[in-house]
């Protein structure tokens, strides 16, 4: 029967052309790989090596069995990195990087998500906004992130969208309300903004700048904030309105504004919500959990897009 030390020195002798120098690079005493060598030949029934001088050269059958060999022991190779990455994420730390505002869609859920499955590990979620996230794909600090990807440029990164929320209007003036707010409307409008500190790169405020540059208007805002919170308190006290996620309106204005109400925009506009990591990289067994549960996660509060987030 093959075993794959007898493999190792096979492969060892057919680089080198010597048992000599295989037992040498392997660390065995030169009988021992000629012992193993003649035992895959008994096994195979065919002759591998013959004599020349101090060296040997390979035979046909040799040179048939060579790429056989290098796959099987790659493919084990493979197995025991498998094995170990799953290993090790059983007790390491897993981290992930996610949107601003993920505590509202998939933060404590999704921790608890991975410390019901693996209860040895560590859990960090990372980002305040999706910008600075991507930069840290880039750089190889994170390997895999969900983000809101019109803040994303996509070179070289590999973006797989997972789903969608619609933006909504939210104010506590009824007659705000009355009917879905166009751009012009929304040109006219007294905002209050979160993300002042992403303003230009915000996943929402591109969205508006979009929607209001095809109206030929430009977007303003009377009040700027760094978290939705304080915006959507603010609207509820009346002294704006303001443009966020139906998921953080549905979560937040019963809460923190509750003779606020939300309404679409027309046309609707929607936040793309996706998974990505440096393109061409190998995801770990735990950047493979964590697509899978936030994927989960996202999808119960969002609107699903076709497909899945399968990444290689």
Do not use: W
């Not at 305040?128 to 809101?148: C, F, I, K």
């Amino acid at each position: 029967m093959l075993s794959l030390h007898q493999l190792t020195c096979f492969l060892a002798a057919y680089e080198h052309g010597s048992f000599t120098a295989a037992a040498d690079e392997l660390g065995y005493a030169q009988p021992s790989v000629s012992e193993q060598i003649r035992a895959l030949e008994k096994s195979l029934g065919a002759q591998l090596f013959r004599r020349a001088g101090r060296g040997v050269v390979p035979t046909t059958v040799a040179d048939t069995l060579r790429p056989y060999a290098e796959r099987v022991l790659a493919s084990v190779d493979a197995a025991r990195s498998a094995v170990a990455g799953v290993t090790s994420f059983e007790s390491g730390t897993i981290r992930f990087g996610m949107f601003g505002i993920a505590r509202l869609y998939a933060g404590a859920g999704l921790i608890a998500d991975v410390l019901d499955r693996y209860p040895g590990v560590r859990v960090e979620l990372v980002g305040q906004n999706s910008t600075e996230v991507a930069e840290d794909l880039r750089r190889g600090r994170l390997e895999a992130a969900m983000l809101a990807v019109p803040t994303i440029e996509s070179e070289g990164l590999a973006v797989t969208p997972v789903a969608r929320e619609e933006l909504v209007y939210i104010s506590a003036d009824p007659a705000h309300l009355a009917a879905p707010v166009t751009a012009h409307r929304l040109s006219l409008a007294s905002l209050v903004m979160p993300e002042t500190s992403y303003r230009t790169e915000d996943s929402t405020r591109q969205t508006l700048r979009r929607m209001l540059h095809g109206a030929g208007r430009n977007p303003s805002t009377r009040i700027e904030v760094e978290d939705l919170e304080t915006a959507v308190e603010l609207v509820g006290l009346g002294y704006a309105d303001s443009v966020i996620p139906r998921g953080a309106a549905e979560q937040l204005l019963p809460r923190l504004a509750p003779s606020a109400g939300f309404v679409s925009l027309r046309p609707r506009q929607f936040d793309t919500f996706a998974i990505v990591h440096r393109a061409g990289a190998v995801l770990s067994p735990a950047a493979r959990l964590m697509i899978e549960l936030a994927t989960r996660r996202i999808r119960e509060i969002a609107l699903p897009l076709e497909g899945s987030a399968h990444l290689s």
